[in-house]
């Protein structure tokens, strides 16, 4: 019984969401404009990682031949094939020199102790050596060795689940598993049903995602950043004026409610979140710059947290080029930023159309009739 009145509050909430009579129209073009978008994302995807697949595969092949043949390489080939392996575990490639003679390859130069064994473990894993000589000289710190200064610490290569950065073909093996696991959940029983469960999704939403397990549920310090140039036809004064008066804001933006001044470099703000839920927010100022820059960001116990500045720059017709860059962390992570952009609260789309609104209320000094707050008399 509980799981029928879920679904028949679900389909009322849709209804009510998608047949309004003020938005209704909006929200099902927009939902219509996402659905197409994602079905050509979808197989954009699916050919890129066929193709990622088919070289891997070959990729493979050709190294398990490798292992089972003798393979004959010139010593300026083995050369580069060392030299191209050295910037991956070592800091200071350019510091050791490379030498081939049939095969066996000899290094030589400084090098930092905890970065030996990684390099003669790789070296020995190229294609065509058979031998290596160590001649390398070794330093347990920097020192005054002028080859070693600088230079940004290796990890070598990295199993590919363990990345940050899944491929394509990673990212089909693991979501493949995922949903294995978790159609193997509902076979399962107890508390072997929640782990598989648990796992399987974990695992296909990161697969799908390609973003931490951390980012996904928000308590990653990564974040969504978007960003919009956009002209005004308006002196810069005027326009860098109009945008440090906080109660402009609701004046163009849709769903901006409402902005309170709380202290010099501090502002309350009240902003309708997907599905009309509000969101509240206190930002503070933390740089200016008179003309030029307007940095900002959300304070701690704010329900999003968010930071962004705005830049102006005067162009030669006398016209004013802004812009806007926010980045922020939406709740439960990017999944709380798919649902979001479901309802309608997605950031890119809504910097748009706001930005767009302040144009044209500055540029004609007719505040727009679909602003969070209904227009005042002309501006002058």
């Known amino acids: 019984m509980y799981p029928i009145f879920l679904g028949g509050a679900a389909i009322g909430f849709a209804l009510m969401y998608f047949l309004d009579p003020n938005t209704g129209r909006r929200r099902r073009a927009r939902t219509r404009d996402q659905v197409v978008?994602?079905?050509?994302?979808?197989?954009?995807?699916?050919?890129?990682?066929?193709?990622?697949?088919?070289?891997?595969?070959?990729?493979?092949?050709?190294?398990?031949?490798?292992?089972?043949?003798?393979?004959?390489?010139s010593d300026d080939a083995l050369i580069g094939r060392v030299r191209a392996e050295l910037g991956r575990v070592v800091?200071?490639?350019?510091?050791?020199?490379?030498?081939?003679?049939?095969?066996?390859?000899?290094?030589?130069?400084?090098?930092?102790?905890?970065?030996?064994?990684?390099?003669?473990?790789?070296?020995?894993?190229?294609?065509?050596?058979?031998?290596?000589?160590?001649?390398?000289?070794v330093y347990s710190e920097p020192g005054n060795?002028?080859?070693?200064?600088?230079?940004?610490?290796?990890?070598?290569?990295?199993?590919?689940?363990?990345?940050?950065?899944?491929?394509?073909?990673?990212?089909?093996?693991?979501?493949?598993?995922?949903?294995?696991?978790?159609?193997?959940?509902?076979?399962?029983?107890?508390?072997?049903?929640?782990?598989?469960?648990?796992?399987?999704g974990a695992l296909l939403a990161r697969a799908a995602a390609n973003r931490g397990l951390r980012s996904l549920v928000g308590l990653g310090e990564g974040g969504i950043t978007v960003q919009?140039?956009?002209?005004?036809?308006?002196?810069?004064?005027?326009?860098?004026?109009?945008?440090?008066?906080?109660?402009?804001?609701?004046?163009?933006?849709?769903?901006?409610?409402?902005?309170?001044?709380?202290?010099?470099?501090?502002?309350h703000w009240v902003v309708a979140g997907p599905a009309g839920v509000p969101v509240q927010w206190t930002a503070e100022i933390t740089r200016v710059v008179p003309g030029q820059l307007i940095k900002w960001r959300s304070v701690r116990d704010s329900d999003v947290r968010h930071e962004g500045d705005v830049t102006f720059a005067g162009t030669s017709d006398g016209g004013t080029r802004i812009q806007v860059r926010?980045?922020?962390?939406?709740?439960?992570?990017?999944?709380?930023?798919?649902?979001?952009?479901i309802f309608g609260a997605d950031p890119k789309s809504e910097m748009d159309a706001d930005l767009m609104r302040m144009k044209s209320m500055i540029e004609t000094g007719h505040p727009p009739h679909d602003a969070a707050q209904p227009p005042r008399p002309r501006e002058s």
């Not at 493979?60 to 390489?73: I, Q, T």
């Not at 800091?91 to 905890?114: D, F, N, R």
């Open 91 to 137: 800091s200071h490639p350019h510091a050791i020199e490379v030498a081939s003679t049939g095969g066996h390859v000899t290094l030589i130069g400084p090098i930092l102790s905890h970065e030996v064994r990684p390099l003669l473990r790789a070296v020995r894993r190229v294609g065509g050596v058979r031998a290596v000589s160590d001649q390398l000289t």
């Open 228 to 267: 919009k140039t956009i002209y005004v036809a308006a002196p810069l004064e005027r326009v860098y004026r109009f945008w440090t008066d906080y109660q402009n804001f609701p004046r163009f933006m849709h769903n901006v409610r409402e902005v309170l001044q709380v202290a010099e470099n501090r502002s």
């Open 37 to 73: 978008h994602a079905a050509r994302v979808v197989n954009e995807s699916a050919r890129v990682t066929a193709r990622d697949t088919v070289q891997r595969a070959q990729g493979a092949w050709l190294e398990a031949k490798r292992m089972f043949a003798h393979e004959e390489v």
């Open 326 to 341: 926010l980045s922020y962390i939406p709740c439960a992570g990017v999944f709380g930023h798919a649902v979001a952009t």
């Open 145 to 200: 060795v002028s080859s070693l200064q600088g230079g940004e610490p290796r990890t070598g290569p990295r199993f590919e689940l363990l990345q940050e950065n899944w491929s394509p073909a990673a990212r089909m093996i693991a979501g493949g598993t995922g949903a294995a696991l978790m159609f193997a959940a509902t076979q399962a029983r107890g508390g072997l049903r929640t782990l598989l469960g648990v796992a399987g």
